[in-house]
């Protein structure tokens, strides 16, 4: 069986728009500053995508999508993971799991991880996994400025 991994990371800072929502993993976090970004900057889909393209050795998500190109100002990330997924699988791949790890101070993960989940999964076509897990006040995570997402992503020849 051929099989490949892939990393993916993202990071953004917290936006100062009150407007902007927060969103991750394609949940909007309501009450929650948002974070600054071209797209939605939902990181979780960001680190995904990231993850497939790299398993299947299709570039990136600012290749693929570059936050130059003023058609993706403001897109939802979902719908940029669901593209990068139709890519994977039209070059021969086949999505086997994704696992997360998303690190922030606040808010948290635990009561919105089953949705992300459920939707990062409907859009994969396999199970991802998520998990919160803090900065402890270290660094910029910790201070809350930003957020950031690991993913890891197997993929095999379909």
Excluded: Y
Excluded at 2 to 22: I, N, Y
Excluded at 86 to 110: E, H, I, S, Y
Excluded at 114 to 132: F, I, N, P, S, W
């Amino acid at each position: 069986m051929d099989l490949r991994v892939g990393q993916g990371f993202d990071v953004h800072r917290l936006s100062d728009d009150p407007a902007r929502p927060l969103v991750l993993g394609g949940v909007v976090f309501e009450g929650e500053r948002g974070l600054h970004g071209h797209s939605d900057a939902d990181a979780v889909a960001h680190a995904v995508t990231d993850a497939l393209l790299g398993a299947a050795g299709l570039g990136d998500i600012g290749t693929l999508f570059p936050d130059t190109d003023p058609a993706f100002a403001g897109a939802d990330s979902m719908a940029l993971l669901a593209e990068a997924v139709r890519q994977v699988r039209a070059a021969g791949w086949v999505p086997g799991n994704v696992d997360c790890t998303v690190v922030l101070d606040a808010p948290k993960v635990a009561p919105h991880r089953d949705e992300m989940q459920r939707r990062l999964g409907a859009v994969v076509g396999a199970e991802v996994t998520v998990k919160g897990k803090r900065a402890e006040q270290l660094g910029s995570i910790g201070r809350r400025e930003g957020i950031a997402c690991f993913a890891v992503a197997i993929v095999s020849r379909a």
